[in-house]
């Protein structure tokens, strides 16, 4: 039987494209893995994959039994329920560590960079594996989308030279022209529903005993959610009502290098605490584009101190 690559539930496109890649790389080396997702692709995913003619995964919820290698993320509220169940082989993240545990040692490509697939180059480079073009073109994808078009505080200069080398194996002449193409994807909102919209690239995190989620919408320009705004307030405030201590919405217009934060919470000065911005409903979060490094640091330290 195949070991399963698979990684975060409301997968985006870097969960995605990740699990390709790690599968692909697993395979050829010498352990069969077939890339698998934990829920629907989001738009900018279905584009990605159809723009390098990539099949979409299939959707698994129970990985009891198998073994498995999980990329971008090790935090058990964002894998399957039974993943205590499973074996993993390896795991591909750039994010802190998280709770999941194992019984046995394995293989592990984690890094301080902006995205996964940076992490899964370097090991297809570590064992002397050539990447397929497509895989490289949705590497890039998964890159550009991760670290905003080199915008956010999570790129680093890694992540840009190997931008380079999979736009030069993919043969894309113009990185920042497919960034575009793929954001204007990534910031339709006609015709998804408001849940739709929060959990198209939402986590949920344990903040010192505290359920708390974390949702963020990237836009070209904010004004495309001005219609929208009030639904999407209301649905969160469903969101929270299933079990959770608070919820978080950043909406991010990726030309201003900003977030407005829309906010749900049993006690919101969590929020002043955590940035020192008070607000009730929302707050503008200036610079504020990394849901890893800007958002979810502040509030665990925030959290630890209610």
Same mark, same amino acid.
């Given at each position: 039987?195949?070991?399963?690559?698979?990684?975060?539930?409301? *997968?985006?496109?870097?969960?995605?494209? $990740?699990?390709?890649?790690?599968?692909?790389?697993?395979?050829?080396?010498?352990?069969?893995?077939?890339?698998?997702?934990?829920?629907?692709?989001? *738009?900018?995913?279905?584009?990605?994959?159809?723009?390098?003619?990539?099949?979409? *995964?299939?959707?698994?919820?129970?990985?009891?039994?198998?073994?498995?290698?999980?990329?971008?993320?090790t935090d058990l509220a964002q894998l399957p329920d039974d993943i205590a169940e499973a074996n993993v082989l390896a795991i591909f993240d750039h994010h802190k560590l998280g709770d999941l545990t194992t019984s046995s040692p394995l293989e592990m490509w984690v890094g301080p960079v902006g995205c996964s697939a940076t992490m899964i180059y370097k090991a297809y480079k570590a064992s002397n594996v050539e990447i397929p073009k497509d895989l490289a073109g949705a590497m890039l994808c998964a890159l550009l989308s991760d670290t905003v078009m080199f915008k956010s505080v999570t790129c680093t200069e890694e992540d840009k030279a190997v931008a380079a080398d999979l736009a030069k194996i993919a043969g894309v002449s113009d990185m920042m022209a497919l960034g575009m193409e793929m954001f204007k994807v990534k910031s339709a909102v006609d015709g998804a529903t408001a849940s739709e919209l929060v959990f198209r690239d939402y986590k949920?995190?344990?903040? $010192?005993?505290?359920?708390?989620?974390?949702?963020?919408?990237?836009?070209?320009?904010?004004?495309m959610l001005d219609a929208r705004k009030a639904e999407l307030a209301e649905e969160i405030k469903k969101v929270k009502a299933d079990g959770r201590h608070s919820v978080f919405l950043l909406l991010t217009d990726i030309m201003k290098e900003g977030s407005q934060m829309l906010i749900v919470s049993d006690d919101a000065s969590v929020v002043e605490k955590a940035f020192g911005v008070a607000g009730d409903a929302e707050v503008w979060l200036e610079g504020v584009m990394s849901r890893k490094k800007q958002v979810v640091p502040n509030f665990e330290k925030a959290f630890s101190a209610l």
């Open positions: 039987m195949a070991a399963l690559a698979f990684g975060h539930k409301n *997968p985006d496109t870097d969960t995605v494209v $990740s699990a390709l890649a790690a599968a692909d790389l697993k395979t050829k080396t010498g352990t069969e893995t077939k890339a698998v997702t934990l829920g629907e692709c989001t *738009p900018e995913t279905v584009f990605v994959l159809e723009k390098f003619g990539i099949a979409k *995964p299939e959707i698994v919820s129970s990985v009891a039994g198998q073994d498995v290698v999980i990329v971008d993320t949920d995190f344990d903040m $010192s005993g505290k359920k708390v989620g974390i949702g963020q919408l990237e836009v070209v320009d904010l004004s």
